[in-house]
């Protein structure tokens, strides 16, 4: 790296099985890639502009294989990601100065892939201008489903998975009376300047919904806090989701995807997340951070305090949270829908209780075709659109 310009690239293998590097922690038990990267930025680059190195890694597939990422400047390590959940980590070391960092991927335990693939980078970031002073705000999208099924979830971390014949969760059906669930995942980014960062407390060891506050950094440095909704204790999931984060709405559609009907087809309910950073949305784009909220430490108190438990979710800009088809209630009701063209249409923050840069695009649209519907194998496929379709 010898400029601020664009990222750096490469790419790399990390086997399950194999030779293990005994003189690095985090890969002295598992399995590790090193990579070599050479900094000469010029001189004095952090004085003119505060920022840092960023080193950020990616990979495909589900979230039982886990990569971590270890970053030593000689013996001495300098930053590291270890985020159990996810298909990203990233990291950032502040005013870098020049020499030779050596990075490691390491395959984390409990995967379950012979090896796994990924993508690396490096790159610089400053931090936002001071000037003018401003709040950095996050700013949330809603990203195009990838997987929309009628297939039965075979995912029981949460609850049993549907009997065979059955493609609706246990509570799916009790709580909301789904008989036929059109499955997908739901990927929400945050593009602004600065994180989603939720804040919250609990009595110890009660557990109840709670009142949430938004914390606000400002350009200058500080912050506020500002009351942001509620955080629902999830019981079957057994912790804690922000409330009303995203809702799906499927719409009958004509052949340029526009809406037919006075009304939709089919409505999700508001759904809950236990928000955190799990995809890497700003690959190789300026603007953003470092892993700040790895999952699954949402679900845990971040600190303990006088009797209380502190909790925090949020997303830092340039990520994205994933929720896969295949969680509970990533679902619209499907059963009295017939074949044909449909619009799904995914809100994030959907009340505008979170305070964004901009609510104008926090909606998405994709298009869906069903078939075999009123049939034992009903049928779910996505259909590219040539242009861009508006809420």
Known sequence: MDSDGPAKFWTGVVPQSGTTIPSIPGCAASRGDPVKVKV???????????????ISIRWRGGFTDILGLYVYRDSTRVAASEAGVGLAQSVLIPSAPNGTYHVYVRYMPGGEGSSIHYEGLSEVEYRPSASPPRDLLPDLQARPQEHVTFDRPLFDLFEPAPPPGQNCFDSEREELGAVLCLRFDQIMANIGEGPLDLRFSRPAGVFQDEPVAQRIYQSVGGYGEISAGEMEFHAIHGHYHFKGFAQSVLWVADGNGNRV???????????????????????????????????????????????????????????????????????????????????????????????????????????????????????????????????
């Open 40 to 54: 000469k930025l010029p001189n004095p680059i952090w004085a003119k502009k505060p920022g840092g190195i960023e």
């Open 261 to 391: 009907g006075a009304g939709p087809a089919s409505t999700g309910r508001k759904v809950s997340f236990c928000i955190a950073d799990t995809d890497l949305d700003a690959w190789g784009v300026k603007g953003n951070g470092p892993t700040s909220y790895p999952a699954p430490n949402c679900l845990e108190p971040d600190s303990t305090s006088g009797g209380s438990e502190n909790f925090k979710q949020g997303m830092t800009n340039g990520f994205a949270d994933r929720y896969n088809w295949d969680l509970p209630s990533q679902f619209v009701e499907a059963s009295g829908l017939s074949n044909g063209l449909y619009r799904l249409e995914t809100t994030v923050n959907p009340e505008r209780v979170l305070l964004e840069a901009s609510y104008a695009n926090n909606c998405v649209v994709i298009l869906v075709r069903l078939a075999g519907m009123g049939t034992s194998s009903p049928q779910a496929q996505i259909v590219p659109s040539n242009v861009a379709l508006a809420c």
